[in-house]
T-cell receptor, first 111, second 114 residues
């Protein structure tokens, strides 16, 4: 079936550093979504992308919809301790109803 | 608060038993999705309902079933439980039936099978 490859699996960074993570697929996606999950909670939507090449920001977060429509990137600038959590990419492939999630990137921020 | 309500928050049961997880979507949302998250795993899509009808099916075991009622709440039934069924089960809802787009997640039900 269709899969998303999300990398890296985990990141250990120092407070104030910038972070970059990405997601790739073998299929073309119509929509890319980025979620954050705090411990014991459900994922919360951070950014939604709808067009190839689209670049969208939400505070210190910036995400891009790759021009090939097969990848997406999420950058976090000047990380802070509350950025800790699991970041998931998700997408909906062309012609499908299912939203597919990546395995997640676990972010650890050291103060 | 996402507006999606899941009950119970925690469930502890024994192998071979049957449990029902409940989800109330956000007001006005017609689509309900169920996901399973095992330890250190991503979100595995189980099933989607739209306005009472099954819309898409993922990696849902035959021992699992779900339904969406006329008031749009949904239940996920897990039977003949095995140790490996222990996981966080999330319900999500969205306002759009055809395109999943923005999913809003509940806080999940933590199922422990002993």
């Amino acid at each position: 079936g269709q899969q998303l490859n999300q990398s890296p699996q985990s990141m250990f960074i120092q407070e104030g550093e910038d972070v970059s993570m990405n997601c790739t697929s073998s299929s073309i996606f119509n929509t890319w979504l980025w979620y954050k999950q705090d411990p014991g909670e459900g994922p919360v939507l951070l950014i939604a992308l709808y067009k190839a090449g689209e670049l969208t920001s939400n505070g210190r977060l910036t995400a891009q919809f790759g021009i090939t429509r097969k990848d997406s990137f999420l950058n976090i600038s000047a990380s802070i301790p509350s950025d800790v959590g699991i970041y998931f990419c998700a997408g909906q492939p062309t012609g499908g109803f299912k939203t597919i999630f990546g395995a997640g990137t676990r972010l650890f921020v050291k103060a | 608060d996402s507006g999606v309500t899941q009950t119970p928050k925690h469930l502890i049961t024994a192998t071979g038993q049957r449990v029902t997880l409940r989800c109330s979507p956000r007001s006005g949302d017609l689509s309900v999705y169920w996901y399973q998250q095992s330890l250190d795993q991503g979100l595995q899509f189980l099933i989607q309902y739209y306005n009472g009808e099954e819309r898409a099916k993922g990696n849902i075991l035959e021992r699992f079933s779900a339904q969406q009622f006329p008031d749009l709440h949904s239940e996920l039934n897990l039977s003949s439980l095995e140790l490996g069924d222990s996981a966080l089960y999330f319900c999500a809802s969205s306002p759009i039936g055809g395109n999943a787009e923005k999913l809003f997640f509940g806080s999940g039900t933590q199922l422990s099978v002993l």
